[in-house]
């Protein structure tokens, strides 16, 4: 069953006195509690498709369906994580975590009450008084996840949350938000540039194109789970990596 379906999306910008377009004719269905991703050259369109479906952004043509429902221009009805943590340095790594309870209307000591088993099972144990500032970039990236989960949404999106740690931390939370995923059983469409990480993380991966953004084609990640590391040796992993650096150096050929 379809949780999140894009019909028909485009969306045009004025620039100077120039229209242009960033998206174009956007078809996408997500199954419920898969995870998805996008990849496709910088200035594709994914950040621009990300914020209509987060109703940041209304597209010039389409809709956005969740359990087929248009969310069209309705903020809040996905969870939505950017590739800065934007923890609020004020504020402690337990009450930023549970930020979106309290914006939800839950009580700070019921939401704390929530929150703080989540934080010992997920690796947060014992940083709970600890302030952004005294966190590493993966640790930083646990809590900022953590509160989008609680914000508790069924679709999440994930804008290259792991974009700026180096390659160690990397593979270390990907792994770690495939335990996250696997245990809260969401739906995830998570946009990266690196196609290791999208067929690490995916049951599927749509390519874009150069702009204006179009899906170019939806590939199939054949690979059983769970995974782990050894994942990335295996004979399908090589031979699908190649297919896909094959449809993105067209696009560079092309920009």
């Known amino acids: 069953m379809d949780k999140l379906k894009i019909v028909h999306n485009s969306k045009f910008f004025r620039k100077n006195g120039q229209e242009f377009c960033a998206l174009q004719e956007a078809n996408m269905s997500v199954a419920d509690g898969k995870f998805v ?73 019921e939401a704390r009450a929530h929150a703080l088993p ?29 509160r989008t989960l609680l914000y508790d949404r069924d679709v999440i999106l994930l804008d290259e949350p792991f974009g700026a740690l180096d390659a160690q931390t990397r593979l270390f939370m990907q792994s770690w938000l495939l335990k996250i995923w696997s245990d809260f059983k969401k739906t995830i469409l998570f946009v990266t540039h690196d196609i290791d990480e999208a067929i690490f993380l995916s049951d599927e991966i749509y390519v874009f ?37 094959s449809m993105l150096k067209v696009e560079q050929e092309i920009k």
């Open 37 to 109: 991703s996008i990849i496709g050259p910088s200035g594709c369109g994914k950040s621009t498709l990300f914020n209509i479906i987060a109703g940041l952004l209304k597209p010039s043509t389409g809709q956005v369906l969740l359990d087929g429902e248009n969310i069209v221009g309705k903020s809040g009805s996905v969870g939505y994580m950017l590739q800065k943590d934007l923890l609020l340095p004020w504020r402690t790594i337990l009450d930023n975590v549970i930020l979106g309870l309290e914006i939800r209307g839950v009580s700070k000591k």
């Open 209 to 245: 194109s150069h702009r204006p953004g179009r899906i170019k084609a939806k590939v199939k990640v054949n690979l059983p789970r769970p995974r782990n590391e050894e994942a990335l040796t295996q004979l399908t992993f090589s031979q699908l990596k190649q297919e896909l650096l």
């Open 118 to 146: 989540m934080l010992k099972r997920y690796g947060l144990k014992g940083f709970e008084s600890h302030y952004p500032a005294e966190l590493s970039g993966g640790m930083r990236q646990r809590a900022a996840l953590l």
